[in-house]
T-cell receptor, first 114, second 115 residues
């Protein structure tokens, strides 16, 4: 059974700092990995999607890496801003068959202080 | 990009009544839709998976007669909470994926309060 762990559970940083969020998964047989952000009382917004054959994806100040063999992904946020404050979730989709169910981590609550 | 619209964003209903939540994919065909429930400060709990034109597959412990899911078209899935009780109060989120999208797109969620 796939398990996804996110470390740290919470992180508070001053504005402008670069930071790294970690995600690890136990079963390397994944189709892709996706990073989301969730604002309080809102749905999930997709940030980056990394296919299993890819090593990293970039969007603006965000960079996500994937090391499938070691079961790890990181989300790097450069020059953090107060608007980045949210819960960040990573989720993996299994490979093979028609199983499209995602397995989520419990998230990292990020607070960026002005 | 792919967009999923979820309505209503919040609803208050009386105990014993039924509530329907809609999830629409606006710019892609959603072959598979998912319904999640989220408790405060917790991650998402998958309730069921639905494929267009087929019966939904419910996760263990989820009452299919209480949470009715219909996925009648490639752009619309509905979740009906029947005979709602206060313990059904929660945040419900849908997501969708299609043949031309590799990732999952989520709706904005529905806050259900049963009084």
């Amino acid at each position: 059974k796939q398990e996804v762990t996110q470390i740290p559970a919470a992180l508070s940083v001053p504005e402008g700092e670069n930071l790294v969020l970690n995600c690890s998964f136990t079963d390397s047989a994944i189709y892709n990995l996706q990073w989301f952000r969730q604002d309080p009382g809102k749905g999930l917004t997709s940030l980056l999607l990394i296919q299993s054959s890819q090593r990293e994806q970039t969007s603006g100040r965000l960079n996500a890496s994937l090391d499938k063999s070691s079961g790890r992904s990181t989300l790097y946020i450069a020059a953090s801003q107060p608007g980045d404050s949210a819960t960040y979730l990573c989720a993996v989709r299994p490979s093979g068959g028609s199983n499209y169910k995602l397995t989520f981590g419990k998230g990292t609550l990020l607070t960026v202080n002005p | 990009g792919a967009v999923v619209s979820q309505h209503p964003s919040w609803v208050i209903c009386k105990s014993g009544t039924s509530v329907k939540i809609e999830c629409r994919s606006l710019d892609f065909q959603a072959t598979t839709m998912f319904w999640y429930r989220q408790f405060p400060k917790q991650s998402l709990m998958l309730m069921a998976t639905s494929n267009e034109g087929s019966k939904a597959t419910y996760e263990q412990g989820v009452e299919k007669d209480k949470f009715l899911i219909n996925h009648a078209s490639l752009t619309l899935s509905t979740l009906t909470v029947t005979s709602a009780h206060p313990e059904d109060s929660s945040f419900y989120i849908c997501s969708a994926t299609g043949t031309r999208t590799y990732g999952y797109t989520f709706g904005s969620g529905t806050r259900l309060t049963v009084v």
